[in-house]
Each structure stands twice: as structure tokens, then as C-alpha cells.
């Protein structure tokens, strides 16, 4: 299965990726794989995420069944000066195994520091991709996306919903490829 994402990614962005791979206690590695789809812009996907179905931690056995997905976060970063951002994404990635996280569009993750240095944003909002899932012996794979927050932004978002905080994006022009961003007014 991961074999076919990895396939689906290289089709969509023409190319091979650079690769990072990260091993938690107890969970099976995650790599993180880094597409250039454009000079000075990146893509980091995770691949590992979706060996296994996600399922709550309230219940009390696994799904056999559950959803199934990977993470992506596009970022503008045309000197690599923040290219350790895969290591946050895989902490990410992980957390359906280690803490019954099932990612679905519209959620928010704090991950309670910022997610490289002098930035503002300590999480992201997932959503759904523009990039379409992929087919897999045990049913499609999500490609879910990752969108940088700030801690004001992620506790707005709780209260009014993920679509309300993208139409603020929008309308206030925030630059979310842009890492280092400051928070959009949310008055």
C-alpha cells in the first residue's frame, strides 16, 4: 500500500523525493517525503500513516476498518531554513497509532511549541486536499493537508469551525505557505 502512495506522489509531482524517515517506541517508522513541486516551495508528505486504520481511543479494539490517510503541509522555503518542519509532521503522522487520533477535515493539532524557529504557528487545521486518494488493497487512502496556525487562530477555530477560519485566511490574504506568518486579525 505504501508502495502506491509513494507511486500516486511521484505521478502528481513528476518527480522523486527527498526522504526522512523517524521511529517512535512502538510505532512503525514514519518517513516523511519532500517534493519540490515548485522552486522554493516544498511538500513534505508523510508515508507510514496509513499502514494502519486510524481508530478512536475510546474504543476499546482496533478497527479493521477505519479510515485511512497521510498528512501533507506545502510551505514556501526557498533557502531550507526550516527543513527540520518534517520532524513535526511525522509527530503528527504518528498520532493515530500512539494516541488514537483519527484525522478528519476540519480538526485542529496543538502541538504546543512552534512548528520551526520564530514562527507563530504551534498546530495546524486539517483538511481536505486538493490531491485525490489513493487506492489500496484495504480501501482509498486520504491525503489529508495540513494548514500552519496560530495558537489564537486553532482556539478561534474551535469556537467558530474550520470553514469560518479559512474564509478569514482569505480575506485578510494570509500567506499560508509562509511558516513565519503572523496571526490574521480575527476581529
Known amino acids: 500500500m505504501l508502495s502506491a502512495i509513494e507511486a500516486a506522489m511521484v505521478d502528481h509531482f513528476g518527480h522523486r523525493p527527498q526522504r526522512a524517515s523517524v521511529s517512535f517506541v512502538g510505532v512503525d517508522p514514519i518517513e516523511v517525503l519532500r517534493f519540490e513541486p515548485i522552486p522554493g516551495e516544498r511538500a513534505y508528505l ?7 486504520p486510524m481508530t478512536g481511543s475510546a474504543e476499546s479494539v482496533l478497527s479493521a476498518d477505519g479510515p485511512r490517510a497521510e498528512l501533507m503541509l506545502h ?45 507563530a504557528c504551534v498546530g495546524v487545521v486539517v483538511v481536505d486536499s486538493p490531491l485525490r486518494p489513493v487506492a489500496g488493497p484495504s480501501g482509498d487512502v486520504s491525503i489529508l493537508q495540513v494548514l500552519p496556525a496560530t495558537s489564537n487562530e486553532l482556539a478561534w477555530c474551535r469556537v467558530h469551525g474550520s470553514a469560518a477560519l479559512r474564509e478569514r485566511w482569505l480575506d485578510r490574504d494570509a500567506d499560508l505557505l509562509d511558516l513565519t506568518r503572523r496571526a490574521v486579525p480575527l476581529d
Open 46 to 52: 508523510t508515508l507510514g500513516m496509513a499502514r494502519h
Open 75 to 119: 510551505v514556501r522555503d526557498p533557502t531550507d531554513e526550516h527543513a527540520e518542519i518534517w520532524r513535526k509532521l511525522a509527530v503528527l503522522a504518528a498520532a493515530p497509532a500512539v494516541e488514537g487520533v483519527v484525522y478528519a477535515g476540519g480538526m485542529t493539532m496543538d502541538i504546543g511549541e512552534p512548528l520551526v524557529a520564530a514562527s
